[in-house]
């Protein structure tokens, strides 16, 4: 049999799905961007102001411009790529949630090109309000808005989005390299005492409880839960690969909100110097909550956790994102075809229910937040889930 065709064969289709979005955060690309895109962020959060202005000051610091927006181009150029060389003839557009491209804009586009089942991959990995339930209130709130601007007359596309990829191996495996290789960026004398510190972003306690759907609510909920298990397939994955069993632990950063409501802690600064003062020669920071390397990881790892750590004279090394990483690319592909073939199943239009990867404990989420997923504080609409 030729291994080649001319057309992908059923199993490498994304029938039913037309396009794929890239669904992002967004972020400032000049100094005259910096309030607009918080007061975007921001709108009817009551973030106190201080927090702000303090968060403005990390932007102007490096110009007003964030990385994300050039990453999100990068990842854009990747899955176009990867796509193009598997035969998958699927458009990616992008869209952001606070900055231009303005998803509504994007779906808008989506709409006027024909698209009527669009496919979304966010930048989020993990569930939570801010990493899932709010992007689909946002894909809502613009699809309610092409109801009332001009599409030509045209229907706003079905949107579903995919699953939590936190466990597909190529989002873990460049994550494993990258932590291998910030171990190896540390002076040889420190190396094998380094303690591996895996971050992520603070949310408050009350919203990692009630993280995911119902059944996982409760003492950190589905949050905690995969992330922790992010911490130990690395962990276990650079102790096979180096031999040394390096201690670890789940950290947090990027805390904000009033200081009399909990949020989870410890702060990757308390950490640091907890650890220095347990006569910890060294440590790795991985950054295993976010997708790419944006402010968060520039700013409060790369610039407040490394000044810290100078100034406890505690050697450290921070380990990349997975960012465009060409696995990651794939693994994108395989979450859309996996999707496609489940909808096509549940279609009666393919015999088998497709095979799902994912690695560790917790095995592969849900293509559909259960009503009661991520809730938010006040019900809003929310796209692409059961409620
Ligand atoms: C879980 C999570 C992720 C990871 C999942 C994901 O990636 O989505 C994430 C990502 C990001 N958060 C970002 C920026 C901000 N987040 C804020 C505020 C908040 N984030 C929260 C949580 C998360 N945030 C929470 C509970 C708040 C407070 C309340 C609220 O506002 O809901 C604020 C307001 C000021 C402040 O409070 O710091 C800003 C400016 C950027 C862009 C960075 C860039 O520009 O490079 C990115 C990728
Ligand atoms: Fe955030």
Redesign the pocket.
């Known amino acids: 049999m030729p291994e080649q065709s001319a057309q992908p064969s059923p199993a490498r289709s994304s029938a039913p799905y037309d396009a794929l979005l890239l669904l992002?955060?967004?972020?400032?690309e000049g100094p005259d961007d910096v309030v607009p895109?918080?007061e975007n962020?921001?709108r009817g959060?009551g973030?106190p102001r201080e927090?702000?202005k303090e968060?403005g000051r990390h932007?102007f610091l490096f110009g007003g411009v964030?990385?994300?927006n050039e990453q999100n181009r990068e990842l854009l150029q990747a899955l176009r790529k990867d796509f193009a060389e598997h035969g998958l003839d699927l458009p990616v557009y992008w869209g952001n949630r606070n900055w231009a491209p303005y998803l509504t804009d994007t779906l808008r586009e989506m709409t006027a090109d024909g698209h009527r089942r669009v496919l979304v991959l966010?930048?989020?990995a993990?569930a939570?309000y801010?990493?899932c339930r709010?992007?689909r209130e946002n894909l809502a709130d613009a699809l309610a808005a092409l109801e009332t601007l001009e599409t030509g007359g045209l229907e706003p596309p079905r949107v579903d989005k995919l699953r939590h990829y936190f466990n597909h191996p190529g989002f873990v495996r460049p994550m494993v390299d990258a932590t291998l290789a910030a171990l190896a960026e540390l002076p040889e004398a420190v190396r094998a005492g380094a303690h591996l510190a895996f971050t992520?972003?603070s949310?408050?306690t009350a919203?990692a409880d009630t993280s995911g759907p119902p059944q996982d609510h409760g003492d950190g909920g589905a949050y905690v839960t995969q992330h922790l298990d992010v911490a130990r397939l690395i962990a276990d994955a650079v102790r096979e690969e180096t031999g040394v069993e390096h201690p670890w632990r789940l950290v947090y950063q990027?805390r904000?909100?009033a200081p009399h409501i909990p949020w989870l802690e410890p702060d990757i600064c308390d950490h640091l110097e907890e650890l220095h003062g347990a006569g910890a020669p060294a440590a790795v920071m991985v950054p295993i909550?976010?997708?790419s390397d944006?402010?968060?990881v520039k700013y409060d790892l790369d610039t407040e956790a490394a000044a810290k750590a100078e100034e406890l004279g505690l050697p450290v090394a921070r380990a990349s994102t997975v960012g465009a990483d060409p696995r990651f690319a794939a693994a994108v592909r395989d979450l859309v075809l996996e999707r496609a073939a489940a909808e096509r199943f549940a279609a009666g239009r393919e015999a088998a229910a497709p095979a799902r990867c994912a690695l560790g404990a917790l095995g592969p989420s849900h293509d559909l937040c259960p009503a009661g997923c991520c809730p938010a504080r006040a019900p809003r609409p929310a796209a692409a889930g059961e409620d």
């Open positions: 992002s955060f967004g972020g400032p895109f918080l962020v921001t959060r973030i927090r702000l968060v932007y964030s990385p994300i966010a930048t989020s993990y939570s801010s990493g709010q992007y992520t972003h949310i408050p919203a990027s904000s909100g909550g976010f997708v944006h402010m968060e």
